[in-house]
C-alpha cells in the first residue's frame, strides 16, 4: 500500500508539474515584461491585453496598424479591432468560415477588407459592421489592397482583380430636379399630410438600397499577369481624376495600374520594372512632399538578389538603386525621410529616401520595429530587442524579448508592439511621448486631404445639361 500511495503522488505531481509547465495562460504570463524590467531599458508599458482564442488549439496569426487601431487575426477566422493607445478592444467578429484559408486583412481609410477562401468581405473598420461580401474570380494568393472605392484581390491565376466596394459616382440632381423637389416638401407641408415624413424616410432609404445594389453589382476590373501574384497591393496615388496600385509576381516583376475615375472602365497598365529576383513582400511607398509643386511620390521595393528598387510614382522612371551585398527577405520600411532595409544574413542599412545614400549600418539587426525621435528599435536573430542610436546606429541597449516572437513592424508610429502566437499582446514606448509620434505627418494629412477631395468630387459631380427647349417660332 506505502508503495502503491507514493507511486499515485509520484503521478499526480508530475501531471501537476506538467499542466502547470504547459499552460498557455501561466506561459503568456512568464513572458510578460514587467513595468520595472521596461523601466530599466528606457521604456514604459502603458498597456497588455489578451487576444481571445482557445489557447490549446487557436493561434495569433497577424497584426496590422493603421489609423490608431491594431488590427488582430487569429484562426477561425476570427478578428478582433484594438485600441493602439489604450489596449481597449473595439469589436470582435469572426468573418467568414473557419475551415477556409484566410489571408490578412487590408485596411483602408474607412473599412477593413477580408479574404476568406474565395469570399471577399468589407467591413467597417472602426465597428466591425459588414458592408460587402462578394465572390472573387478564384484563388486569392495574398492579403487585399483597399483603396477608398475598390478592393484589389491578387490571384494564384496571376490575376488582380479590383472590385468596387462603394458606390459608383452619381450624377447631381439638376436645377429643374431640385425644382421639382422642393415644390414636393411644400405641398407635403402645405397640406399637411402626416405621412409626408413617413414617405420622404421610406424614399431615402429605397434610394441607400439602390446604391448599396449598384455597388454589388458593379462587375470587377482586372489586370492580368503570366505569374503569380504573391505581394499584397498597395495603393499608392488616389485623386479624382485617377488611382495607382502597385503589386509584384514571383518572378520579379513590379506591376503599376492605373484606373482613370472619370470612365472606370479599365485597370490599365500604366508602368512596369523588370528587377532579377522576386520582390521581397509589399513594395512601400513614400508620398510626394506637398511642399513641393511636382514633387513624385517614391515607391520602394526589395529584390531577394539584395537590391533595393526605388521608382518615381508619376513616370515609373528609376529614381535610384542600391545592392546590400547579401540576400533581402523583408520588405522596405520607410519612415519619414528614411529607408531601413534588412539582409538575411543580419545587419540593417538606414538609407536617405531622396538619393539613396547610407547614413549607417547595424550589423545584428534582421528586422525594424520601431522609430522613435532619437532612437530605432530593431530585432536581432535570436528575437532580442535592439535598442540602436537613431543618428549613427550604434547599439545602445538590448531587450531579451525571446518568447514574444510577433513584432509588428511599424512604420506609422513610434509605438512597439509585441506578442506571442498565444496571444499576448503588449504595447512598449519611451515614457516621456504620451502622445504617438506620427511618421511623415505632413505627407500623410496631405494624402488625406486629396482623399477627402475625391470623394466630395463623386458625390457632387455634375449631371449632364439638358438640351435646351426649342422655340414654337
Not at 96 to 106: A, E, F, H, Q, V
Not at 311 to 327: N, V, Y
Request: include cysteine.
Amino acid at each position: 500500500m506505502p508503495r502503491c500511495f507514493l507511486g499515485a503522488a509520484a503521478f499526480s505531481a508530475a501531471v501537476c508539474c506538467c499542466f502547470c509547465c504547459c499552460n498557455p495562460a501561466r506561459a503568456a504570463e512568464r513572458e510578460l515584461i514587467s513595468e520595472p524590467t521596461a523601466a530599466r531599458h528606457g521604456l514604459t508599458r502603458p498597456w497588455f491585453t489578451q487576444a481571445q482564442l482557445d489557447q490549446g488549439r487557436g493561434r495569433l496569426r497577424a497584426m496590422v496598424l493603421s489609423g490608431g487601431v491594431l488590427y488582430v487575426q487569429t484562426d477561425g477566422a476570427v478578428f478582433e479591432a484594438i485600441d493602439a493607445e489604450t489596449g481597449r478592444m473595439l469589436w470582435r467578429k469572426q468573418v467568414g468560415r473557419r475551415d477556409r484559408l484566410t489571408m490578412p486583412p487590408g485596411v483602408g481609410h474607412d473599412v477593413l477588407a477580408v479574404l476568406n477562401g474565395s469570399h471577399m468581405y468589407v467591413l467597417n473598420r472602426m465597428t466591425g459592421e459588414m458592408l460587402y461580401d462578394k465572390e472573387v474570380g478564384g484563388a486569392p494568393s495574398a492579403a487585399p489592397g483597399v483603396s477608398d472605392t475598390r478592393v484589389y484581390v491578387p490571384l494564384t491565376s496571376g490575376r488582380v482583380e479590383a472590385y468596387r466596394w462603394a458606390p459608383p459616382p452619381q450624377a447631381a440632381p439638376d436645377a429643374n430636379e431640385k425644382a421639382d423637389e422642393k415644390t414636393d416638401k411644400k405641398k407635403g407641408k402645405d397640406s399637411g399630410d402626416d405621412d409626408f415624413l413617413k414617405k420622404a424616410l421610406n424614399a431615402e432609404e429605397q434610394r441607400r438600397n439602390e446604391l448599396e445594389q449598384r455597388a454589388r453589382w458593379v462587375p470587377p476590373l482586372f489586370c492580368q499577369s503570366s505569374k503569380p501574384v504573391l505581394t499584397q497591393p498597395r495603393i499608392t496615388r488616389q485623386n479624382a481624376d485617377e488611382e495607382y496600385s502597385v503589386w509584384s509576381t514571383d518572378r520579379g516583376l513590379l506591376n503599376i495600374t492605373r484606373i482613370d475615375r472619370k470612365a472606370e472602365d479599365l485597370l490599365a497598365l500604366a508602368y512596369r520594372l523588370e528587377t532579377k529576383a522576386p520582390v521581397v513582400g509589399r513594395p512601400a511607398y513614400l508620398p510626394p512632399d506637398p511642399k513641393i509643386k511636382g514633387d513624385s511620390g517614391l515607391i520602394l521595393a526589395a529584390s531577394r538578389d539584395g537590391f533595393v528598387h526605388v521608382i518615381r510614382q508619376k513616370d515609373g522612371r528609376l529614381a535610384w538603386r542600391f545592392s546590400t551585398g547579401d540576400p533581402v527577405l523583408e520588405p522596405p520600411v520607410v519612415v519619414d525621410l528614411r529607408v531601413y532595409v534588412c539582409t538575411q544574413l543580419g545587419g540593417m542599412y538606414c538609407l536617405a529616401a531622396n538619393d539613396g545614400r547610407v547614413a549607417w549600418f547595424a550589423p545584428r539587426a534582421v528586422q525594424l520595429v520601431a522609430v522613435s525621435k532619437t532612437k530605432v528599435y530593431a530585432a536581432d536573430r535570436t528575437g532580442r530587442l535592439l535598442v540602436l542610436d537613431g543618428a549613427t546606429g550604434k547599439l545602445l541597449d538590448t531587450l531579451p524579448t525571446i518568447g514574444l516572437p510577433l513584432k509588428l513592424r511599424n512604420d506609422e508610429t513610434d509605438r512597439i508592439y509585441l506578442a506571442d502566437d498565444l496571444g499576448l499582446i503588449q504595447c512598449l514606448h519611451e515614457p516621456e511621448q504620451h502622445e504617438p509620434i506620427l511618421h511623415g505627418k505632413d505627407r500623410r494629412q496631405a494624402e488625406q486631404i486629396q482623399s477627402e477631395e475625391t470623394k466630395k468630387g463623386e458625390t457632387k459631380k455634375p449631371a449632364a445639361k439638358k438640351p435646351a427647349a426649342k422655340s414654337s417660332k
